[in-house]
């Protein structure tokens, strides 16, 4: 079945720091979305990413699909303590299936 | 608030029992998701209805496990003979149809079997 994996697992940053994490498919996607949880929230939606190599910029956050759309990553620039959370990333693959990643831990150290 | 709801919020049960958990979508969406979330995990896919159609349902998900959506509103996710193992955050989302499908999600039913 598809698996969708992400790394790191966690990351401790000083505030000011960039942050990247990472998500690797093992099947080609047809859509990739990235999600934002904060500890005892629910997921929410940042971004959607649908064609082959497009990158996607929200203020900060810079967002990329992979070429053979098996792959993406999010990317902030000089992070801020609001930024804490956990992200993942999201694949639709056949049937509309959604597969989330394993998610990266971001924590934010002032 | 995202406009999702889900009810209860918090369920306890003894091992054995059955429970059933309800979530209402945004009125206009008519993709609706069932997940189960468990500390330090990702959402894991459970199944998937198109109005009142369930179109996915994971193979990892046991006959102890059914949902419906009678009638492409609002929809209940029901486990039989519940499980320890079966503890955990049940997440509910929906989405409009099409290429962009943003999925709105509720704030989940913890359920804890004893």
């Known amino acids: 079945g598809q698996q969708v994996m992400q790394i790191p697992q966690y990351q401790h940053v000083q505030e000011g720091e960039d942050f990247t994490t990472y998500c690797n498919s093992s099947?080609?996607?047809?859509?990739i979305q990235w999600y934002k949880q904060r500890p005892g929230g629910h997921p929410v939606f940042l971004i959607q990413?649908?064609?082959?190599?497009e990158v996607k910029k929200q203020k900060r956050l810079t967002f990329q699909f992979g070429e053979a759309k098996k792959n993406s990553s999010l990317h902030i620039t000089a992070t801020q303590t609001t930024d804490v959370g956990t992200y993942f990333c999201?694949?639709?693959?056949?049937?509309?299936?959604?597969?989330f990643g394993t998610g990266t831990k971001l924590q934010v150290i002032p | 608030d995202t406009g999702v709801s889900q009810d209860p919020r918090h369920k306890i049960t003894k091992r054995g029992q059955n429970v059933t958990f309800r979530c209402d979508p945004i009125?206009?969406?008519?993709?609706l998701y069932w997940y189960r979330q468990t500390l330090g995990q990702g959402p894991e896919f459970l199944t998937y209805?198109?109005?009142?159609?369930?179109?996915?349902k994971s193979r990892l998900l046991s006959d102890r496990f059914s949902a419906e959506r009678p009638k492409g509103s609002f929809s209940t996710l029901e486990i039989q003979r519940t499980e320890q193992g079966d503890s955990a955050m049940y997440l509910c989302?929906?989405?409009?149809?099409?290429?962009?499908?943003?999925?709105?999600f509720g704030p989940g039913t913890r359920l804890t079997v004893l």
């Open positions: 989302a929906s989405s409009l149809d099409g290429a962009y499908n943003e999925q709105f």
């Open positions: 990413l649908v064609k082959s190599g």
């Open positions: 009125s206009e969406h008519n993709r």
């Open positions: 999201a694949g639709t693959g056949g049937y509309q299936k959604v597969t």
């Open positions: 209805f198109q109005n009142e159609a369930q179109l996915e």
């Open positions: 099947t080609t996607l047809s859509n």
